[in-house]
């Protein structure tokens, strides 16, 4: 069975930084692209980051320069470390098991995890 | 690209037949997808490549489209269908989703 678990997540400071983690287990995390989605509260879903399977990143224009999304294979670990965070940041965040379809390098998002929560605030 | 969803809201009974409309600012193939939210859970995903329903959904849902209009349909409104639901193109980086719509009793 497919499980993702996220953690890391948490009251900080403007300015301050945060690592996320998600934990996968149930299928072979080394082959899978894997993105990361987050959701203010009473908003709608937004599209943060994106680690490939071969290894290539990408960011949404908001976080780009200050968030870095990266993975250990040996610990089935993704990661996302948010650095200079703002108001602007709290949200909800899934992590997501990609489902590739077409040549498309993203896919479908799976997100089979609760979130973890971060809220930056003074 | 921008996705607008319409509409917003609506309010529907179970048995119903309830049309959502995605429309994408220009064309994307048909990388579209969709998700279904419940209040305090993860978002479900639905449909992939506009019409294709991942496994385990049920057949009331469908996906149509290509290019920028896109639709997702439930032929047949069920108590356990009422949520919001996300469009989201996947053709090209920024990856984006439409502003949802919230389906109420």
């Known amino acids: 069975e497919v499980q993702l678990l996220e953690s890391g997540g948490g009251l900080v400071q403007p300015g301050g930084s945060l690592r996320l983690s998600c934990t996968v287990s149930?299928?072979?995390?080394?082959?899978?692209?894997m993105t990361w989605v987050r959701q203010a509260p009473g908003k709608g879903l937004e599209w943060v980051s994106t680690f490939t399977r071969g290894g290539d990143t990408y960011y949404a224009d908001p976080v780009k320069g200050r968030f870095t999304i990266s993975r250990d294979i040996s610990k089935n670990t993704l990661y996302l470390q948010m650095n200079t965070l703002g108001a602007e940041d709290t949200a909800m965040y899934y992590c997501?098991?990609?489902?590739?379809?077409?040549?498309?390098?993203?896919?479908?998002?799976?997100?089979r995890g609760q979130g973890t929560m971060v809220t930056v605030s003074s | 690209i921008q996705l607008t969803q319409s509409p917003s809201s609506l309010s529907a009974s179970v048995g119903d037949r309830v049309t959502i409309s995605c429309r994408a600012s220009?064309?994307?193939?048909?990388?579209l997808n969709w998700y279904q939210q419940k209040p305090g859970k993860a978002p479900k995903f639905l449909i992939y490549?506009?019409?294709t329903l991942q496994s385990g959904v049920p057949s009331r849902f469908s996906g149509s489209g290509s290019g920028t209009d896109f639709t997702l349909t439930i032929s047949s409104l069920q108590p356990e269908d009422f949520a919001t639901y996300y469009c989201?193109?996947?053709?090209?980086?920024?990856?984006?989703f439409g502003g949802g719509t919230k389906v109420e009793i």
């Open positions: 220009r064309s994307i193939s048909t990388y």
């Open positions: 490549a506009a019409s």
């Open positions: 997501a098991q990609n489902f590739l379809y077409g040549t498309t390098w993203a896919g479908g998002f799976d997100m």
């Open positions: 149930g299928f072979a995390f080394s082959t899978y692209t």
């Open positions: 989201q193109q996947t053709y090209t980086s920024p990856l984006t």
